[in-house]
Nanobody, 123 residues
Framework: VQLQASGGGLAQTGGSLRLSCATS????????IGWYRQAPGKEREGVSC????????WYGDSVKGRFAISKDSSKNTIYLEMNNLQPEDTAVYHC?????????????????RGQGTQVTVSS
């Protein structure tokens, strides 16, 4: 199983970045897949998740209205469009996937997890 995150980098406050998570080794359309982030000295924080079978989505309160998650089932890849970035969005962003047992995105961070990509937002 592989979840390869990419697309991180340096952005200015108010700027945008687009993250990608390319997956392999599991049945893409039977999973909930999403993003979590972790900043130094802080708890892991769920950012967003998408249920591949029906496209339903979940967002953490701190990113609602600014971030958008999407999927490309032909490429087994999900994306995170991040707009109006703020310094508090600075963190390592990881993608994670959990089998869809009918619970939606509830436990997506407890399944497979990949290496992260650094996002740094300058003020």
């Amino acid at each position: 199983v592989q979840l390869q995150a990419s697309g991180g980098g340096l952005a200015q406050t108010g700027g945008s970045l687009r993250l990608s998570c390319a997956t392999s080794g599991f049945t893409f359309n039977r999973y909930a897949i999403g993003w979590y982030r972790q900043a130094p000295g802080k708890e892991r924080e769920g950012v967003s998740c998408i249920l591949i079978r029906d496209g339903s989505t979940w967002y953490g309160d701190s990113v609602k209205g600014r971030f958008a998650i999407s999927k490309d089932s032909s490429k087994n890849t999900i994306y995170l469009e991040m707009n109006n970035l703020q310094p508090e969005d600075t963190a390592v962003y990881h993608c994670a996937a959990d089998a869809d047992y009918g619970l939606g995105c509830k436990d997506f961070m407890t399944g497979y997890r990949g290496q992260g990509t650094q996002v740094t937002v300058s003020s």
